[in-house]
């Protein structure tokens, strides 16, 4: 499918499985180098991070674990401006190396607020990993260690975003037109 409606919008393919996949690879590759004899400790946060975080971890042959976190700031397709956390992180990071795990960075807010929580914890690293970032978008400063494609600042679902709900379950990534 080139073309797909969900709810009242239409949007066409922006990034096919097989591109999303290749990357994948990549970025997994870069992280089992930077993390050889360590074992690093995966945040996703939920809900849109869990196709990538599964995908990520499938590819990587260090030892690693992995956990989730649900933060949120969207409704709709704009930010609500406010971060809201309704699962916390349960497992302790302190003294360990975390890589965060995120869908999509676009204004960063989400992050910038949940950053300071995580360095509180005293982990010996913290990353960032996320599979989308529109830079156009971004107004708060962030370093992202690993990301996996740079996209205008268009709305995307599939590949575990969504539009109010809907289209977490394309294999592909799809943007507004």
Known sequence: MSQIKV????????????????????????????????????VAVLNGSFMFASDLFKQL???????????????GMKSSGNVVTSIGLE????????????????????????????????????????????????TYPLKLDYVGFEIPNKFVVGYGLDYDGLGRNLKEIYQVL
Do not use: M, W
């Not at 910038?112 to 982990?123: A, D, G, V």
């Open 7 to 42: 709810h009242d919008r239409n949007f066409e393919v922006y990034l096919p499985e097989a591109t999303i996949l290749e990357k994948i690879k990549e970025l997994a590759a870069r992280i089992n180098r930077d993390y050889e004899g360590k074992r690093p400790l995966f």
């Open 91 to 138: 497992t302790d990071i302190f003294g360990r190396d975390v890589i965060i795990v995120e869908d999509i960075v676009d204004t960063g807010k989400t992050l910038h607020e949940f950053l300071p929580k995580l360095q509180h914890q005293q982990p010996r690293s913290l990353k960032i990993a996320t599979f989308l970032h529109k830079p156009e978008a971004t």
């Open 61 to 75: 042959n260090i030892e690693a674990e992995l956990c989730f976190i649900k933060l949120a700031s969207y409704k």
